[in-house]
Structures are given as C-alpha cells and as structure tokens.
C-alpha cells in the first residue's frame, strides 16, 4: 500500500508537470509595444471606380474629360475649393480623420505638414513603381516630394512656380529707369539700384516693399529653410547682407507696411502706391490683375531682384492612404502630372520635364503684362531655381525667421549675429522635433 | 474516528449519482471563484473533493480532481496553480488514511510540508518572478485548502451524507472531533468573514484613491490641451512632429516616480504620443480587445489580463491596469490615463500576506490547543468508555472494572454513577445466576420428567414394555414408510390363559408379577423379532416384520413354549409356581388387508378364536374367515365393550288402551347401535350375551335405564304409566333377582308399579318351579308382572293359575292373522275371556292393521301394540312423541 502510493505520488507529479509545461507561460506580456504596421490595402474592385480629387485650383475640368474618355470606367469626382485656406483646412481634417478623397491636389505651401508617413500613399511601391519617373524630374523637384525622412515618394509635381518680379513699367519709366523686362531686372541685380528706386518713388508714395521680410524670405526661398538633415540653412553671409539691405531700406522707411495680401496691399496696388511687388511666383500676374484690373498693359515681369533665383511654389498631386481606387487614383495623376491632355501651364512650369517649353506656351503672349512673352523667362528661373524640401517644421521656422528678422531690422542688431541667433533659435526651438523626424 | 468510506466500489445508483453530482459541483466551484480582491479569492472547488475523498476514498478524489482539472484546462485555460489539487487531494487522502484521520490536519501538514514548497518551486521554474504577490498565491491556496478541508469534516461529520447514501449506515460523531471542529471554526469563521469584508473594503477603498488619482490627471491635462485649436488636433493626427512634440511635452511633465501612464490615442488603438511610464507599461493599446475588464464608470476601467494561463491569479493581477478615456470633441483622439495596480496591489497583497501569516499561525495553535484539551477532556471520557464497554459480560464474569479518575466535575459524576450502577447491576446478576441455577436444576428436572412422561406415555409401567400406544405408532410408521408394500407384517395378538384366574385367585400383585414375568422372556427374546408391546390387560403383541405364515407360525409355537415354562415368583416370601399359556391370533399384512385397523382386528378375531378353542395354540385369521364365522366372534367381542361403549340402547314403543286409546304402558326395548353393524335386533346379540355371561349385567342395565327414564318422563309430565321391562332368563334366575330390582327402583327413585317385567311364556314354563318363588317376590315387591309371548309355548294356562302375574300379552302369532283367520280369532277370543275371567288383563302384541283393531277392540282385550300403532322409538323421539301425542291426543279408530 506504501508502495502504491509513492508511485501514485510521482505519477501525480510527473503529471503536473507535463501539462503545467504544455500550458502557456505566465507573465507573458500580453501588450505589443511596437507600432503597428500598416493595415493592408483593401483589394480594388475591377469594376467601374469613382475617384474623388480635391483641387485648390481650378482647371482640371479638361483633364476630367479627357481621362475619362480615356478611361471610360474611372470617374472622376472634383470638389473644388474657394481658397487654399480653405482646401488646406479641409484636408487636414479629412485626412485627419482617415477619409478624404483619392487624389489631393496640394499647394506646396500646405505640403510640409504631410511629409510624415502614413498620411500619404508612397509612389516609389507598388502599384504606383513611379521611380520610373524620376529621370523625368529634375533632382531638386523630385526630392522636394520626398517624405521627411527621405525615404518615401509622397507626391508628383504637376506645376511649379518661380519668384518672379511684377513691376511698374510706366511708373518705372516715368522715374527714369529701365523699363523694359529684361534691363529692369538687370538693373534691379544691384542692391544699391533698388534702393534708389524706392528712394526715389518714396516721395511719390509709392513703394516696392512691402514689409521688411521681403527680401530675406525671397532670399530664404532661394536656398530653402532645412537641408537634409534639418540643420537650419539661412546662417550666411548672404542672409546678412540681405539683412543689412532691408534694414537699410526700414530706416529709409522705404516699406509699405502692408502686404500684397491684405486689403491694405491690394489696395495699394490698386491705387498705384505699390509698383513693384516680388514675393509672388510665376502665376501672380493673374492676382494683380484681379486687384487692378484696370492696370492691364502697365505691369511687366522679370527675373526676381539681386539676381536671386527662387522657387515659390508647386502643386502636388498625391493619392491619400486611405483610398480604395489607389490603382485608378493613380492612373488619374500619372495623366495629369505627365501634361497628357496637351497641357495648361497658368503661368506656370511643368514639373515633368518633357512636358517642359511647350511650343504653344513658349510663344504665349500675356495681355495684361502688355503682351509680353512671359513663358522662357518662367522656364529658365525654374531651371536656375532650386525647389527645396518641404518639413513639417516649416512653418514654425518660417514664423520665427520672419519674425525675428522683422525685430532685427527694427532693433538694427547686427546682421551676423542677427541671423546667427535666428538660426540658433530656429534650431534649438525644433530640435526635438527634428530628432523625431530623423529618428523615426 | 471511523473512516467512513462507502466501499470501494460503487455499486448503488445512489453512489454513482453522488459523486458524478459531486465532481459537477467542483467543476462549478472551479469556474466560478469568489473573489475578494486582487487576485485573492475563496474558491470551494476543493471542498467537494475533500467531500469525495471522505465518501469514496482517496482514488477516487484524486480522479475526480484531474477529471475537473483536465476540463477546466481544455475549456477554460485555467491558473497552473490549480493544477496540483490532484496531488494534494493524493497526499491528504494519504495522510488521513494512515495517520491523522482528520482532513484539516491533514490538509496543514500536506501544505506545511509539500504544498508550500512545490508550488512555490514551480513558480520559479515557470520563469516568473517570486514576489510577494507569489506568495500570496501561495498562502492563498493554504488557507482555501484549511476552510474546504474544516468545512468537509463538518459537513461529514454532522449532515452525513452517508445516511442519505446508504440508508443502514450506522454513524456516529466523536467528541474530540467535535471539539476540534468547533475551536477550529470559530478562529477560521471570524476571519474568513474579517478578510472578506475587509477585501471588499479594500478593494473600494484602492478604487477611489486611484479614480481620485485618475481624475486630477485628466483634469490637469485637458486644462493644458484647452489652448489647443482644432488644426493642432487634427495635426496630431497626421502626425505633425511639432504639435505631437508639444504634447508629448505636455505628457512628459509627469514627475519622476509617478505611475500616472499618458497616452493619446485614436479609436482604433494608434497612438500618437505617450510618456515614458505609458511606453514602458506592458499593455497593449487594444487592451479593449482582450483581457478582462472591469467598467467602474463611463469612462473608468479596471484591465487585467485574463485569469488564464497564469500560475496564478494574483500573478494576472499583478498586471491590472486602472484606464480612463477622455475623448477629445469633434477628432477622433483621446486622452487615455492608465494607472497599474500594481504599486496599490503590493500594499494589499501586503495586508493579505500578513492575515494569510496570522490565520495560519492562529490555526497551527487552536489545532494543538484543540488537540491538548479534547485529549485532557476526552482521555478521561475515553478511559471511561473503556471501562463501560462490555460492561454486561464483566459484570456477568464479576470481573473488577477500572473506574477512571478525573478532576472535570461532570465526568466525575458520570463515573460516580456508573460505578453505583454497576454495583447493583453485579448484585442483580448474581441473584439472576443463582435464579439461573436453580432453574437450570429445574428444567433438568423437567427434562427428567419429560423423559419419564414420555416413557410413561409410550411404555407400558407394569412390564416396561411398549404400551399400545406405542403399538400402534410404530405400526403406523412400519406401513407408511413401506410405500410399495413390500414389507410382510404378521401381527401376533397373545392373550394369557387363565390369566383372570389367577388374578382373580392369587391377586393383583401376583398377577403383575406374573406379567412381568412374561414381559421379561419377551423382553429376552426381542431382539429376534420386530416389536414386543403389551396391549393391557394379559394381551400382548409381537410384530415380525417379512416374515411369512411359516415363520409365524414357528414364532407363535415358539412363544407358546415360553410362555407354558413355568413361572416361579416369591410373593411374601413364599415361592409360587404358575403356569400359563398364550392364545396366539395372528393376521398377516397386507395378504390379510392393507388396511392397519382392519389387520388388528383381524389379528384380534383370530386371537380371540384361538382362545374360544382352548388356548395354547395360535390362529390365522385367513382360517377364521374361511369359516365366516367372523361376524359371530366380532359379536363376541364387541359384546362385552357395548356396555362400556354405551352402545346397548333402549327403544320405547307404547302400549294403548284399545278403547280409550291412552297409553297405558310403555315397552322398554333392547337394541345394540353397533358402530360398524348399525342397529343389532336383540335376537341376534342376546344369545352370544347368554352364552359369554353377560345377561346378568346387560339386565341390570336395562332395567335401570328403563326405569331412570320413565321417572324422567313422569317428572317432565309427559307421562304417567310404567315402563316394561324384558328379562331374560339368566337375570331372573338371578339370586339377587329382588335385590337387583329393589336397587334399581332405590336408585332410579321409581315406585314398584311403574316397572313392569315381561317373562316369556316358555322360559317360565320351563322353569316355573324355580321361578314360582321369584314371581312371587318380585309380585310382592309391588312390580307388574306379564307373561310375554303367551300362547306360543302352547301349554301356557296352567301358568295362570299358578303365576301370580298382572297381564297376559297374546303373542303375536295369533294376532296377526285375526282378520283372516277365523281360528285365530276365536282362539284370541278364548284366550281375552279366559284370561280376563281370572282378573287379568290381556295385551294383545304385533297389532299390525285396522281392523285387528277393531276385533279386539270387540274381543274386549285391554291394549295392544304393535308397528300399526307405533314403531319403536328412541328415548329422543319417543319424548317427542309423546309431546306431540299430549298435544293432539292422537285419535285411534278402536
């Protein structure tokens, strides 16, 4: 009986101990910290499909047709928007909320805010593969869509824009200095040049600045706010003579003080006060001509002042992540961005580059520039133009530096340390957000 | 204590139903647990196995327990922990068995010794870290084990499920159990209800501090979030490092050691920003997917994984989480604060640890205490149930019985009067012994007598041989047992010659001895022969059993020859020589008849033949019965017992006045009822009485029965003449004739003129000169005399002038020819004249028709009877005849 009962035992045990092994382990943790990978794209239907494009901007309404013509199952659905306010406050919210249309037509200004992964479909995968395109993109254009980190096509340029000049042709001739496109903008290469000129219309009361910041953000746009490791890139000497000229230009009171945007600005155009405006791109003949109409044939446009090259902006075309007609979607911007429809510039430069000097654009006339022929001068400042990598951390450099160059031109603090300290507190204000995004 | 285990088998369908219920229970207790707080818990699961090991032995608990445990592993997934209730169930049944015989002791040593240490051991080999809530697991098991363990004692100890399993059971409790039960209750009851109370308070108590904890946070955040617009909101979602760096900022500002986790999150669990204790909790961000979770309020949750797959519950728990969720207005974000019970739960598990600590140890010493007292109180009760136990048999032995010493007052005086009452229980069986003695003595006595009874009822007492009863026993049995008939009989009937004579010569005395004598050569020679028996009287009889009529036949003569030996006997000291002889009858059976009765009579018959013949020799019935003169000697036989038997009876026929029709007297009519023959006329049995002698005492009866019912009759009212009596020869001839009579009539009370005698003409013819004087006498004597029969002796008128009679009756050979025979008549008519011409009266018998009625009524003869006027009647319908006749005066045409 003793012995029974010590083999029961250590049967017993042995038994325990095999199923207490066969159980799961205890203390697992039961969480997964890691993020989650992306959910897998729904499988599109064969059938027809309905793509939903948003656009700030008018003028797709040919492309619409003729796609559709082409792709007789894909419709296209445009919502337009009033403003690019407008647009860009719908967007957010949209793709906040993990709707939102197909394709986005974004004005690059809006762009930064999306170049974090997940918001945006990645070009370069499948069934996208647009790396075939990037030979068909200039460099400068074709990492300016990339994501923060590098490592995504987040976007196709459709058009982009330069800074150009609109200036007062008969206002300048009237003063006695060149008038003609291309001596102007010559002429006003020469810092000492334009300040003469707002010297001399001061009196007047007319003006070709509008706030100190001018001329330091067209510098900026020329060279862009991060580079590619998000070091803040306006810390030159260049920023510092530009500073010394706009802060020569304050103390001569030589500034508007109101901006081309607010009705102040507007007005000013409208009542002949500001004859030169040059914070606008390409497109902007069409803005004044709207502000006054009745000013066609006095404006001309040339090459930016101090011979800088700048890029204003672009519009980007991108699919959102969470569309179902990613396939269609993409048919849809490869037919836009690749000019198949023939192509509309608006004042614009293709950023496909094939699609680049059309002929019928090339010779152009601008009837409320006095007929000039305004498309080379577009394509060759978009040639010399860098179009630089938008962030996330865009805005809030952008609002600092003009802020604080606003304050070192008021404050006439020295233009180095000026523009030093910007760059520091620039820096050291995103610092954090900067190692996120290079981090991750 | 008894083990009260019902058997290992189970064969009742109760028992199978039993503990299939059981087994269902624990699996219920399994699933279901109360819980108290944290992870701690009561679960009863293992009570119902205690209960199974109680009721069915410990094989069967243990099969039970890994019948649930597999269950609960396949369908529940339960804590590992549970899994050693097998090995526990094994090793408690164990140490109960062999040792303890109390199941909460057991229990405490199985976890003191084993439990504690295995299961802890397994717990570090599961790879988990051994922290106190480990402990707690631990001890939590313990106390759960101690309650079921105390609660399954009691529970079989006082509702006894065995009654209602075994309905014959016998069952008792023992006090030190009782006690041990009860102190153990009181010091677990207490605290079972402390700790639950107290985790149920504990566990609110941890609830609001941590809900109080939850909302100040949530508070201070969104406070700090109010600034923030909808696009900030909304480019936290898309991921806007500089509004998702602001907020883990805001998040961050958590102080260093705080618990508070902080997250913001969408609905479908992505998160956008946290701080480092939410990064570094180990839940996942869809805890809602998974787990189990607790919904304190709209917002409030307690999380902890589920209670499955852990060693143990607290284990899980360990892992809780306390999460709030605020939703942020018009964007798919929330603020999501998590707290782990963790930091909460060491405090309580500290508290649990401490009580768990205190229960045991409380238990360890009401165990001993329980223990010292119950043997302190139930040593002495002990000691004096050993001196009761038996107590009858001590007593009955006078053994010294042991009385227990003890200071407890009341044991005292239980044991104070056990002892007086065994005292008198030891006097009183002494007084019972010697009662039991004298009585033994007695019924040996009676046994004796019994013995003797029996000896004295089977065995003749004179000669010691069997008596006839005995006879006829064995007989009885001979024939029954020889069912074929196979077996010859030859019964031999011995009747001593001259044994009367000498009897009746030389006494009683002499005569016994002389029976004994010959009871004594029978003896002698018996074992040769069948059975000897003597029937009474000088009758013997000897069976012989397959014997034939030649072995008989030599028997009979041998015992012929014994029996003519001389026989001396001393009587009185003086030698007498007798000499005797048998008379053998003897009937064979079954050639004789198959019927016992009939072959004694037979045997009888012929003994009674061989003794008319002379004696000394032996006769066959089958010659008797060749002879016929069977029914004769039958007579002969039975003649003599009539008498005793009451067989002789006397019938009445009255006798009427031929003109008047009164009776005037009536006849008293011998008859013999024979049991086997019926109604025998005197005609046939008065003879062979003449000739065996025994007329004298037949007379004498009728003549007192006659007259004995006459006086009834006349004391009844129902008549008023004589009675008329026939006598033989032999009684008148009688010397004591008169005596006789006047004895009768003294006796009977009945005057001499109501008995009349009837004499037969031809006997007083034939002895008129003896019987002159008699007549005479017995004339003067005042009885009424009648010549019976007259006319048939032919010479009967000189009779009249000599015989002083009363009444002449004309016998019945001249009377029942009167209506045909003119002869007859005028010779009745004479005979009436002539009769009454001497003054006296004429009877005229045989009256048979009407109309020798009528011609005698002519003749002037005084009465007659006859069949015509009345047949013969026993005394019964005589009586109500008469009655009747009374009633009706019955007309008779003379």
């Given at each position: 009986?003793?012995?029974?009962?010590?083999?029961?035992?250590?049967?017993?045990?042995?038994?325990?101990?095999?199923?207490?092994?066969?159980?799961?382990?205890?203390?697992?943790?039961?969480?997964?910290?890691?993020?989650?990978?992306?959910?897998?794209?729904?499988?599109?239907?064969?059938?027809?499909?309905?793509?939903?494009?948003?656009?700030?901007?008018?003028?797709?309404?040919?492309?619409?047709?003729?796609?559709?013509?082409?792709?007789?199952?894909?419709?296209?659905?445009?919502?337009?928007?009033?403003?690019?306010?407008?647009?860009?406050?719908?967007?957010?919210?949209?793709?906040?909320?993990?709707?939102?249309?197909?394709?986005?037509?974004?004005?690059?200004?809006?762009?930064?805010?999306?170049?974090?992964?997940?918001?945006?479909?990645?070009?370069?995968?499948?069934?996208?593969?647009?790396?075939?395109?990037?030979?068909?993109?200039?460099?400068?254009?074709?990492?300016?869509?990339?994501?923060?980190?590098?490592?995504?096509?987040?976007?196709?340029?459709?058009?982009?824009?330069?800074?150009?000049?609109?200036?007062?042709?008969?206002?300048?001739?009237?003063?006695?200095?060149?008038?003609?496109?291309?001596?102007?903008?010559?002429?006003?290469?020469?810092?000492?040049?334009?300040?003469?000129?707002?010297?001399?219309?001061?009196?007047?009361?007319?003006?070709?600045?509008?706030?100190?910041?001018?001329?330091?953000?067209?510098?900026?746009?020329?060279?862009?706010?991060?580079?590619?490791?998000?070091?803040?890139?306006?810390?030159?000497?260049?920023?510092?003579?530009?500073?010394?000229?706009?802060?020569?230009?304050?103390?001569?009171?030589?500034?508007?003080?109101?901006?081309?945007?607010?009705?102040?600005?507007?007005?000013?155009?409208?009542?002949?006060?500001?004859?030169?405006?040059?914070?606008?791109?390409?497109?902007?003949?069409?803005?004044?001509?709207?502000?006054?109409?009745?000013?066609?044939?006095?404006?001309?446009?040339?090459?930016?002042?101090?011979?800088?090259?700048?890029?204003?902006?672009?519009?980007?075309?991108?699919?959102?992540?969470?569309?179902?007609?990613?396939?269609?979607?993409?048919?849809?911007?490869?037919?836009?961005?690749?000019?198949?429809?023939?192509?509309?510039?608006?004042?614009?430069?293709?950023?496909?580059?094939?699609?680049?000097?059309?002929?019928?654009?090339?010779?152009?006339?601008?009837?409320?520039?006095?007929?000039?022929?305004?498309?080379?001068?577009?394509?060759?400042?978009?040639?010399?133009?860098?179009?630089?990598?938008?962030?996330?951390?865009?805005?809030?450099?952008?609002?600092?530096?003009?802020?604080?160059?606003?304050?070192?031109?008021?404050?006439?603090?020295?233009?180095?340390?000026?523009?030093?300290?910007?760059?520091?507190?620039?820096?050291?204000?995103?610092?954090?957000?900067?190692?996120?995004?290079?981090?991750? | 204590?008894?083990?009260?285990?019902?058997?290992?088998?189970?064969?009742?369908?109760?028992?199978?139903?039993?503990?299939?219920?059981?087994?269902?229970?624990?699996?219920?207790?399994?699933?279901?647990?109360?819980?108290?707080?944290?992870?701690?818990?009561?679960?009863?699961?293992?009570?119902?196995?205690?209960?199974?090991?109680?009721?069915?032995?410990?094989?069967?608990?243990?099969?039970?327990?890994?019948?649930?445990?597999?269950?609960?592993?396949?369908?529940?997934?339960?804590?590992?922990?549970?899994?050693?209730?097998?090995?526990?169930?094994?090793?408690?049944?164990?140490?109960?068995?062999?040792?303890?015989?109390?199941?909460?002791?057991?229990?405490?040593?199985?976890?003191?010794?084993?439990?504690?240490?295995?299961?802890?051991?397994?717990?570090?080999?599961?790879?988990?870290?051994?922290?106190?809530?480990?402990?707690?697991?631990?001890?939590?098991?313990?106390?759960?084990?101690?309650?079921?363990?105390?609660?399954?004692?009691?529970?079989?100890?006082?509702?006894?499920?065995?009654?209602?399993?075994?309905?014959?059971?016998?069952?008792?409790?023992?006090?030190?159990?009782?006690?041990?039960?009860?102190?153990?209750?009181?010091?677990?009851?207490?605290?079972?209800?402390?700790?639950?109370?107290?985790?149920?308070?504990?566990?609110?108590?941890?609830?609001?501090?941590?809900?109080?904890?939850?909302?100040?946070?949530?508070?201070?955040?969104?406070?700090?979030?109010?600034?923030?617009?909808?696009?900030?909101?909304?480019?936290?979602?898309?991921?806007?490092?500089?509004?998702?760096?602001?907020?883990?900022?805001?998040?961050?500002?958590?102080?260093?050691?705080?618990?508070?986790?902080?997250?913001?999150?969408?609905?479908?669990?992505?998160?956008?920003?946290?701080?480092?204790?939410?990064?570094?909790?180990?839940?996942?961000?869809?805890?809602?997917?998974?787990?189990?979770?607790?919904?304190?309020?709209?917002?409030?949750?307690?999380?902890?994984?589920?209670?499955?797959?852990?060693?143990?519950?607290?284990?899980?728990?360990?892992?809780?989480?306390?999460?709030?969720?605020?939703?942020?207005?018009?964007?798919?974000?929330?603020?999501?604060?998590?707290?782990?019970?963790?930091?909460?739960?060491?405090?309580?598990?500290?508290?649990?640890?401490?009580?768990?600590?205190?229960?045991?140890?409380?238990?360890?010493?009401?165990?001993?205490?329980?223990?010292?007292?119950?043997?302190?109180?139930?040593?002495?009760?002990?000691?004096?149930?050993?001196?009761?136990?038996?107590?009858?048999?001590?007593?009955?032995?006078?053994?010294?019985?042991?009385?227990?010493?003890?200071?407890?007052?009341?044991?005292?005086?239980?044991?104070?009067?056990?002892?007086?009452?065994?005292?008198?229980?030891?006097?009183?069986?002494?007084?019972?012994?010697?009662?039991?003695?004298?009585?033994?003595?007695?019924?040996?006595?009676?046994?004796?007598?019994?013995?003797?009874?029996?000896?004295?009822?089977?065995?003749?007492?004179?000669?010691?041989?069997?008596?006839?009863?005995?006879?006829?026993?064995?007989?009885?049995?001979?024939?029954?047992?020889?069912?074929?008939?196979?077996?010859?009989?030859?019964?031999?009937?011995?009747?001593?010659?001259?044994?009367?004579?000498?009897?009746?010569?030389?006494?009683?005395?002499?005569?016994?001895?002389?029976?004994?004598?010959?009871?004594?050569?029978?003896?002698?020679?018996?074992?040769?022969?069948?059975?000897?028996?003597?029937?009474?009287?000088?009758?013997?009889?000897?069976?012989?059993?397959?014997?034939?009529?030649?072995?008989?036949?030599?028997?009979?003569?041998?015992?012929?020859?014994?029996?003519?030996?001389?026989?001396?006997?001393?009587?009185?000291?003086?030698?007498?020589?007798?000499?005797?002889?048998?008379?053998?009858?003897?009937?064979?059976?079954?050639?004789?008849?198959?019927?016992?009765?009939?072959?004694?009579?037979?045997?009888?018959?012929?003994?009674?033949?061989?003794?008319?013949?002379?004696?000394?020799?032996?006769?066959?019935?089958?010659?008797?019965?060749?002879?016929?003169?069977?029914?004769?000697?039958?007579?002969?036989?039975?003649?003599?017992?009539?008498?005793?038997?009451?067989?002789?009876?006397?019938?009445?026929?009255?006798?009427?006045?031929?003109?008047?029709?009164?009776?005037?007297?009536?006849?008293?009519?011998?008859?013999?009822?024979?049991?086997?023959?019926?109604?025998?006329?005197?005609?046939?049995?008065?003879?062979?009485?003449?000739?065996?002698?025994?007329?004298?005492?037949?007379?004498?009866?009728?003549?007192?029965?006659?007259?004995?019912?006459?006086?009834?009759?006349?004391?009844?009212?129902?008549?008023?003449?004589?009675?008329?009596?026939?006598?033989?020869?032999?009684?008148?001839?009688?010397?004591?004739?008169?005596?006789?009579?006047?004895?009768?009539?003294?006796?009977?009370?009945?005057?001499?003129?109501?008995?009349?005698?009837?004499?037969?003409?031809?006997?007083?013819?034939?002895?008129?000169?003896?019987?002159?004087?008699?007549?005479?006498?017995?004339?003067?004597?005042?009885?009424?005399?009648?010549?019976?029969?007259?006319?048939?002796?032919?010479?009967?008128?000189?009779?009249?002038?000599?015989?002083?009679?009363?009444?002449?009756?004309?016998?019945?050979?001249?009377?029942?020819?009167?209506?045909?025979?003119?002869?007859?008549?005028?010779?009745?008519?004479?005979?009436?004249?002539?009769?009454?011409?001497?003054?006296?009266?004429?009877?005229?018998?045989?009256?048979?028709?009407?109309?020798n009625v009528d011609i005698l009524k002519n003749m002037d003869c005084d009465d007659i009877h006859g069949f015509l006027l009345r047949a013969p009647m026993d005394k019964n319908n005589f009586e109500n005849w008469l009655i009747n006749y009374n009633n009706q005066r019955a007309v008779f045409e003379l």
């Amino acid at each position: 009986m003793k012995g029974l009962n010590v083999i029961c035992f250590s049967l017993l045990l042995c038994v325990l101990m095999i199923s207490s092994s066969c159980g799961q382990a205890p203390n697992q943790p039961l969480s997964n910290t890691n993020p989650k990978a992306q959910t897998a794209v729904p499988s599109e239907s064969s059938l027809n499909a309905e793509i939903k494009v948003w656009a700030a901007n008018t003028g797709l309404d040919s492309f619409k047709q003729d796609f559709e013509s082409m792709y007789p199952k894909i419709k296209i659905n445009i919502t337009k928007f009033d403003s690019l306010d407008k647009f860009n406050n719908e967007c957010l919210s949209a793709l906040s909320s993990g709707t939102g249309p197909d394709v986005l037509f974004f004005d690059s200004s809006f762009f930064g805010q999306y170049t974090v992964n997940g918001i945006l479909e990645d070009l370069l995968k499948d069934p996208y593969l647009a790396g075939r395109y990037e030979k068909d993109f200039s460099e400068d254009v074709w990492e300016s869509n990339k994501s923060a980190d590098g490592k995504s096509l987040l976007a196709m340029t459709y058009l982009t824009s330069p800074y150009v000049t609109f200036y007062r042709e008969d206002i300048m001739k009237e003063n006695g200095f060149p008038s003609e496109p291309e001596e102007f903008g010559k002429f006003i290469e020469k810092p000492e040049n334009l300040l003469a000129i707002a010297k001399k219309i001061k009196p007047k009361g007319e003006y070709i600045f509008q706030w100190p910041t001018d001329l330091p953000n067209l510098m900026g746009s020329s060279v862009g706010i991060f580079d590619k490791n998000l070091r803040f890139m306006r810390n030159t000497n260049e920023f510092a003579k530009i500073l010394d000229i706009t802060k020569e230009a304050h103390r001569a009171g030589f500034e508007l003080e109101a901006s081309v945007w607010e009705p102040a600005g507007e007005k000013a155009i409208e009542d002949n006060k500001l004859v030169m405006v040059f914070n606008m791109g390409s497109w902007g003949s069409g803005s004044i001509q709207n502000f006054a109409p009745e000013q066609s044939g006095k404006w001309r446009v040339t090459k930016p002042p101090l011979g800088i090259c700048a890029w204003q902006s672009d519009t980007k075309i991108a699919i959102n992540s969470q569309s179902n007609n990613k396939k269609s979607a993409w048919k849809f911007v490869e037919y836009v961005f690749t000019q198949q429809s023939g192509g509309i510039n608006y004042d614009m430069v293709n950023g496909y580059k094939p699609s680049r000097r059309n002929n019928r654009q090339m010779e152009a006339r601008n009837s409320f520039l006095g007929e000039q022929v305004t498309q080379p001068l577009y394509e060759d400042l978009a040639d010399k133009m860098i179009q630089y990598k938008l962030t996330p951390l865009d805005n809030t450099a952008t609002e600092i530096f003009a802020k604080d160059i606003s304050d070192a031109t008021v404050r006439n603090i020295d233009s180095k340390t000026a523009i030093r300290d910007i760059a520091d507190k620039i820096e050291k204000t995103l610092e954090e957000e900067r190692k996120d995004l290079i981090e991750n | 204590m008894r083990n009260l285990s019902l058997g290992k088998t189970l064969k009742s369908p109760n028992l199978i139903i039993g503990l299939i219920f059981l087994t269902c229970m624990c699996m219920v207790a399994r699933i279901y647990k109360v819980p108290l707080s944290y992870g701690v818990y009561i679960s009863f699961s293992s009570f119902f196995l205690f209960v199974i090991l109680r009721l069915y032995g410990t094989v069967f608990g243990v099969v039970s327990s890994v019948f649930v445990n597999i269950f609960v592993i396949i369908f529940l997934h339960s804590d590992t922990i549970s899994l050693f209730v097998p090995l526990e169930i094994l090793v408690v049944g164990i140490i109960y068995k062999s040792k303890t015989q109390n199941l909460f002791l057991s229990e405490m040593i199985y976890w003191l010794i084993l439990g504690c240490p295995i299961t802890s051991l397994f717990f570090f080999l599961q790879g988990g870290e051994f922290g106190i809530e480990g402990f707690v697991a631990v001890l939590n098991q313990f106390v759960i084990g101690l309650i079921n363990a105390l609660l399954a004692d009691m529970m079989i100890s006082y509702i006894s499920p065995q009654r209602m399993l075994r309905s014959n059971a016998n069952y008792t409790i023992d006090f030190s159990i009782l006690l041990f039960h009860f102190t153990l209750l009181s010091v677990l009851g207490p605290f079972t209800i402390f700790v639950s109370i107290d985790g149920l308070n504990i566990n609110r108590d941890t609830n609001i501090s941590i809900i109080q904890t939850i909302e100040n946070k949530k508070f201070d955040i969104m406070e700090q979030l109010k600034g923030w617009s909808i696009i900030d909101l909304r480019k936290i979602k898309v991921k806007s490092p500089i509004q998702l760096n602001k907020l883990k900022n805001i998040l961050d500002k958590e102080p260093e050691g705080s618990i508070v986790g902080l997250m913001i999150q969408d609905n479908n669990g992505k998160v956008y920003a946290s701080n480092k204790q939410a990064n570094n909790y180990d839940i996942s961000d869809d805890w809602k997917s998974h787990g189990k979770i607790t919904q304190l309020s709209d917002d409030i949750y307690i999380w902890h994984p589920e209670l499955t797959n852990y060693y143990t519950d607290e284990t899980a728990w360990k892992s809780a989480f306390f999460i709030k969720e605020t939703k942020f207005e018009d964007i798919d974000l929330k603020l999501v604060i998590k707290i782990p019970l963790l930091k909460y739960s060491e405090e309580i598990w500290d508290g649990y640890l401490n009580k768990f600590y205190i229960i045991i140890i409380a238990c360890i010493i009401a165990t001993i205490l329980s223990i010292i007292i119950s043997r302190f109180l139930s040593g002495a009760l002990l000691k004096l149930a050993e001196s009761t136990t038996d107590i009858p048999n001590k007593l009955g032995r006078q053994e010294k019985i042991n009385w227990p010493n003890t200071s407890i007052s009341q044991i005292k005086s239980l044991i104070l009067n056990f002892t007086e009452m065994s005292n008198k229980l030891e006097q009183l069986f002494s007084q019972e012994k010697e009662m039991n003695n004298k009585l033994l003595v007695q019924t040996d006595e009676m046994k004796k007598s019994k013995e003797e009874l029996k000896h004295l009822a089977y065995y003749d007492a004179l000669t010691d041989l069997p008596n006839r009863h005995y006879f006829i026993d064995y007989l009885k049995k001979t024939v029954e047992e020889d069912e074929n008939k196979y077996k010859i009989l030859a019964i031999m009937f011995i009747d001593l010659n001259r044994f009367k004579q000498i009897n009746d010569s030389l006494g009683h005395e002499v005569g016994d001895m002389l029976l004994k004598e010959i009871a004594r050569r029978f003896k002698a020679i018996s074992k040769n022969y069948s059975f000897i028996a003597r029937l009474g009287g000088d009758e013997f009889v000897i069976i012989l059993e397959n014997a034939d009529k030649l072995k008989a036949a030599e028997t009979a003569n041998f015992i012929n020859k014994i029996l003519a030996d001389k026989i001396d006997i001393v009587y009185n000291s003086k030698r007498i020589e007798l000499f005797t002889s048998g008379s053998i009858g003897i009937s064979m059976y079954p050639m004789d008849s198959n019927d016992i009765n009939t072959v004694l009579k037979n045997a009888d018959i012929a003994m009674y033949a061989a003794k008319k013949t002379g004696g000394n020799i032996y006769r066959f019935y089958e010659e008797i019965n060749k002879d016929n003169k069977e029914e004769q000697i039958h007579l002969e036989m039975n003649l003599k017992s009539a008498l005793e038997r009451k067989e002789l009876v006397l019938y009445y026929q009255p006798q009427f006045n031929v003109k008047s029709g009164n009776i005037t007297a009536v006849e008293a009519l011998l008859r013999w009822n024979h049991p086997e023959l019926g109604l025998i006329l005197p005609s046939k049995f008065i003879p062979i009485a003449n000739n065996i002698g025994l007329m004298q005492e037949i007379g004498y009866w009728v003549l007192k029965e006659a007259c004995a019912q006459i006086k009834l009759w006349r004391d009844m009212g129902i008549i008023n003449t004589r009675v008329t009596v026939n006598l033989s020869g032999d009684n008148f001839e009688s010397q004591y004739i008169i005596d006789t009579i006047q004895k009768v009539l003294d006796e009977t009370g009945v005057s001499p003129e109501l008995l009349g005698l009837d004499i037969t003409e031809s006997y007083l013819l034939s002895n008129f000169t003896n019987l002159d004087k008699t007549v005479s006498d017995l004339k003067q004597l005042g009885v009424y005399i009648s010549i019976d029969d007259f006319g048939e002796g032919g010479s009967s008128i000189s009779l009249l002038k000599d015989a002083p009679v009363d009444c002449v009756k004309i016998d019945r050979i001249f009377i029942e020819k009167l209506s045909t025979d003119k002869k007859s008549e005028l010779i009745v008519k004479a005979l009436i004249d002539m009769v009454h011409s001497i003054g006296i009266k004429v009877v005229a018998e045989g009256v048979e028709t009407p109309e020798n009625v009528d011609i005698l009524k002519n003749m002037d003869c005084d009465d007659i009877h006859g069949f015509l006027l009345r047949a013969p009647m026993d005394k019964n319908n005589f009586e109500n005849w008469l009655i009747n006749y009374n009633n009706q005066r019955a007309v008779f045409e003379l």
